[in-house]
């Protein structure tokens, strides 16, 4: 079975500008997370789908995150405009409905 | 508000030691507790969990750990530890599988 996949791997970008990450989750993986780990820190969650629904989003910067999971599979995560404090691994994790979380190798993004 | 707290930010042991891994949360109700490791590169892998029954759960790994209510405490063991096993741990609560808190880790390290 094949895990959950991410891409970039790293990412290095100046502040202000945009970036984009993806996550393709196991196939028939109902639920998807986005976590955001910061150097020294756990995973901190910052939105769930379940299929393609907002289940719980109360942790994402708004003004600045936006993350959507078309067709309730594939999903990106941007950061527009970036800032120095979001440096960090974002990992992508799934998980069939209500059960373990699988999570992916991450992707590595530092600003500049 | 549910919290953890890992209390030792760096661990080194020797190979073949015994390892225990402290963890202390702050929930309301009986809680799921879950802890994962994370080697360099790498997504986060579930060790073990414990959400009812046995307090004393078996995990992947030769890992265990012991769930008790009266300390709040999910301390992670093994009896002998591999150079293989150096790596981050870390322990999470949450009222189930989808809404984990993370703790902000303990980096293993294992010397010859």
């Known amino acids: 079975e094949a895990g959950v996949a991410q891409s970039p791997r790293y990412k290095i970008i100046e502040k202000r500008q945009s970036v984009a990450f993806w996550c393709n989750p196991i196939?028939?993986?109902?639920?998807l997370y986005w976590y955001q780990q910061i150097l020294g820190q756990g995973p901190k969650l910052l939105i769930q789908?379940?299929?393609?629904?907002?289940?719980?989003d109360s942790q994402l910067p708004k003004d600045r995150f936006s993350a959507e999971r078309l067709k309730g599979v594939d999903s990106t995560l941007k950061i527009q405009p970036a800032k120095l404090e979001d440096s960090a691994v974002y990992l992508c994790?799934?998980?069939?409905?209500?059960?373990?979380?699988?999570f992916g190798p991450g992707t590595r993004l530092t600003v500049l | 508000a549910q919290s953890v707290t890992q209390p030792d930010i760096h661990i080194t042991v020797s190979e073949g030691a015994s390892l225990e891994l402290r963890c202390n949360y702050s929930?309301?109700?009986?809680?799921?507790l879950f802890w994962y490791v994370q080697s360099p590169g790498q997504g986060l892998q579930l060790l073990l969990k414990?959400?009812?029954?046995?307090?004393l759960v078996q995990g992947i790994k030769g890992f265990e750990a012991e769930f008790k209510r009266s300390q709040s405490s999910f301390n992670l063991r093994k009896p002998s530890v591999h150079w293989s096993d150096a790596a981050e741990y870390f322990c999470?609560?949450?009222?189930?599988?989808?809404?984990?808190?993370f703790g902000a880790g303990t980096r293993l390290t294992v010397k010859p």
């Open positions: 994790a799934s998980s069939p409905r209500t059960n373990e979380q699988f």
């Open positions: 196939s028939g993986h109902a639920t």
């Open positions: 789908f379940q299929n393609n629904g907002v289940v719980d």
């Open positions: 929930y309301g109700a009986t809680p799921y």
């Open positions: 414990y959400f009812s029954g046995d307090t």
């Open positions: 999470a609560v949450g009222p189930n599988n989808n809404d984990m808190r």
